[in-house]
């Protein structure tokens, strides 16, 4: 098992190299530029657009709804465990790079979801189908269809073996397991499995399996309920946490930036590999949380109510907003100012991020350690919905089959069931590795169609500045 969990962090340390980091950013910078930078202009309106649902267009959700199914993918454990991982390997630098990301991943959020909605296309039995491997299709033209292919073969493993089902319910059984002291029933290598975790596995096991049964339409309702008020109760608890420690604020920030260019990370090691580390799980834990360039939020946006792609893709970009620039903020600030980062050698993930909320807040660390596992239970929960209706996408476009979209949903919700018996290490490597994976096709298309960004935005901005 060791070698194996080596040689699983080897391919991680490859895929996610200064290759694809590089290419992440290019392709935000280009997509800002050919956008006209959306992301900093046009905010305002992409949160009023947010809330308020077009009255004509076709679709299977609104907006919000399709809004909200993205959310429920990408608002996971990334803001809990994710933020904490990174700057426990990475230092307070790595918020810094986390930021970057996502102020550029914005635009690639908006350039996505656009192309998505643009190139969309509606299947026999009435519902709409789109993403990546179709505006890599039809966008780029059929000899590039090998490109698209090999998007839906990354996005469906994803799904499958990642970011979708192992890694989610591996933090929400974490997280109880934390909190709830429960008696050893077997070990699988030198992991202990508890009854607790036993049971959560179940739990969450049978309610998403519950719920991906509906397909979109019932995940986005779920999602539609659940993930305001998770992110609303989040961000209440964060923000007493970071008043509570107010005085540490400016510490914290300073330490944010000279973390980012000079200081080491927590782990130790020379500068140069402190700045290396602190971009690299900055920047793979921002992306891994926002999934802005992944890929998987055009095919949540593709089956939205409008008949405008650049309306639908200011609507996505918020979501980039939501999920790091102001939840991974908040955990982050949470961890830093508190010090619980700096615990690395006796606690780990979701561990991280209770140490800071117990520590904090005005009450047993017992009370605060369970509103942070139900946080978590949440996150991750929507996550796996939002995934399970990605990764099934993928397949239905590589299989045109019904029949194979049911076997699949069958072996998803086998595959979360099976993640809290692996280990934590291993989990998160093999989901950031399929996340980089679906990364380089997405990036490409996105790249190679930013001229229709640019046309359509100017159109849509021009159109909108004439009806005044």
Not at 357 to 380: D, E, G, Q
Request: aromatic share 10%.
């Amino acid at each position: 098992m060791e070698a194996f969990s080596k040689l699983i962090t080897n391919i991680d340390d490859f895929v996610w190299g200064w290759t694809l980091i590089g290419l992440i950013l290019a392709a935000g910078l280009y997509l800002t530029i050919r956008s006209g930078a959306v992301q900093f202009l046009h905010l305002g309106r992409a949160l009023k657009y947010m809330v308020r649902n077009e009255e004509e267009g076709e679709g299977e959700v609104t907006s919000f709804q399709a809004l909200c199914t993205a959310l429920s993918a990408t608002v996971g454990t990334g803001n809990i465990v994710g933020v904490a991982t990174a700057i426990c390997v990475g230092g307070p630098g790595a918020l810094f790079w986390m930021l970057v990301a996502a102020c550029l991943g914005m635009a690639t959020k908006y350039a996505e979801c656009l192309l998505s909605v643009l190139y969309r296309e509606k299947t026999e039995d009435g519902h709409y189908l789109g993403g990546p491997f179709l505006y890599i299709e039809k966008g780029m033209g059929e000899k590039w269809k090998w490109l698209a292919k090999l998007f839906a073969i990354f996005g469906a493993l994803a799904g499958l073996l990642g970011i979708g089902t192992m890694t989610q319910i591996n933090g929400i059984v974490s997280a109880f397991d934390n909190i709830a002291e429960s008696k050893t029933l077997f070990t699988i290598g030198s992991k202990p499995i508890t009854l607790v975790a036993l049971i959560v596995a179940i739990v969450v096991t049978v309610c998403v399996a519950l719920v991906v049964i509906g397909g979109i339409k019932r995940i986005s309702a779920v999602a539609e309920k659940i993930v305001p008020f998770m992110c609303v109760f989040y961000f209440v608890f964060a923000i007493v946490v970071i008043l509570i420690n107010i005085k540490a604020v400016p510490a914290a920030i300073v330490a944010v930036f000279a973390g980012a260019f000079s200081a080491q990370a927590a782990i130790g090691g020379f500068a140069g590999a402190a700045i290396k580390l602190a971009m690299q799980k900055g920047i793979g834990r921002g992306i891994f949380s926002n999934e802005a360039g992944l890929g998987s939020a055009p095919i949540a946006a593709a089956a939205a109510q409008t008949k405008e792609p650049v309306r639908q893709g200011l609507v996505s970009m918020t979501g980039v907003f939501i999920d790091t620039i102001v939840i991974c903020t908040l955990t982050g600030l949470s961890i830093i100012v508190t010090g619980a980062y700096s615990n690395v050698q006796q606690l780990r993930g979701a561990a991280v991020t209770q140490l800071a909320w117990s520590s904090s807040l005005p009450w047993s660390p017992v009370i605060s350690n369970t509103l942070l596992a139900v946080c978590l239970a949440l996150f991750a929960f929507t996550t796996i919905l939002g995934w399970d209706y990605y990764s099934e996408r993928c397949v239905e476009y590589l299989t045109k089959s019904k029949k194979a979209v049911v076997i699949f949903r069958i072996l998803f919700v086998l595959f979360t069931f099976a993640g809290p018996f692996l280990a934590l290490d291993v989990v998160w490597n093999i989901a950031d590795i399929f996340n980089g994976l679906m990364a380089f096709p997405n990036l490409v298309a996105l790249i190679a169609l930013g001229g229709v960004v640019a046309k359509e935005t100017k159109a849509y901005f021009e159109k909108v500045k004439a009806e005044k």
